[in-house]
């Protein structure tokens, strides 16, 4: 009897072992992930301001949900962003894939410029933003110097102050600062690509333009839809370098969906209306990830891969 009992304890040790050593991830992740985001979504359903305290006890149901849909700046903001994102994918994209295609063509220095390359993706965004803030900058800023000094311009360009201006200087900042994930992503695609394919277009006859878009381009999209699925996320989630350049200005303009929401619940105190607002865009970052990962599964699908 003693022997089964020594036998079953050791079993039941080796199996619980395991489960043992990750009950302190589980726990942190429990206190770092799961309890910020109970609490949020609980605060969502209430009147919670945070120069009230008492506030976080007082219920108020879905009320901030049915004010989110008819606060026009909110779905200003939310068109916006989905906009913004569009663009800023696609430029991103369309560079990362020339970047790629040229640094793939190389036969020397290769690693240096894949180092190089890299090197935008390494700096904080706060860093960036004010960065680009100072490069746009009406008096002082380096670009419109430039162009004062070289004549091109007389007065200077309001790069931050025009609202359309002000957009296209903060896709900038995240176009230098992020097309080097789309760079890589494809180059590691362009390693991977198997040459029997290249070699029997050429044999057939098929011109570089054709070869590129019936075998290179479909090779690579599986890769391409994995950075726009990172970088979907990224901006919709952008926050840093719109505040840093421009703070949502002027007169809201350049607002995205984190510093309408920022600017609620830390600027207005209205806490409880910012995590409803957050869980609403939400959607919008599961839209884009649905979307691309349908467009990562159809691209695998076209190449003959497994799902």
Known sequence: MSVMT???RKLFSEQATPYVLLLPAVIMILIVVLFPL????YTSFTGYKLTRP????KLVG???YVRIFGDWDFWVAFFRTVGFLA???NL???LGLGIALLINKITWGQRTMRTIMMFPMMFSPILVGFQFKFIFNDNVGILNNALQGLGITEAAIPWLVDGWLAMGAIAFAEIWMSTSIFAILLLAGLFAMPKDPLEAAQVDGCNAWQTFRHITLPFLMPFAYIAMTIRSLDVA???????????GGPAGRTELLWTLIARTGYDSANMGMANAMAYVSII??????????SKLVAARRYMGGAL
């Open 237 to 247: 989630r952008a926050y840093d370098v719109v505040d840093t350049m421009t703070g």
């Open 284 to 293: 919008l970052s599961i839209a884009f990830t649905y979307y691309f990962f």
């Open 54 to 57: 008492d506030t976080l006890f």
């Open 62 to 64: 879905f009320r901030n």
């Open 92 to 94: 991103e994209f369309l």
């Open 6 to 8: 020594n036998i079953k």
């Open 38 to 41: 109970i609490f949020s979504l």
């Open 87 to 89: 663009v800023v994918i």
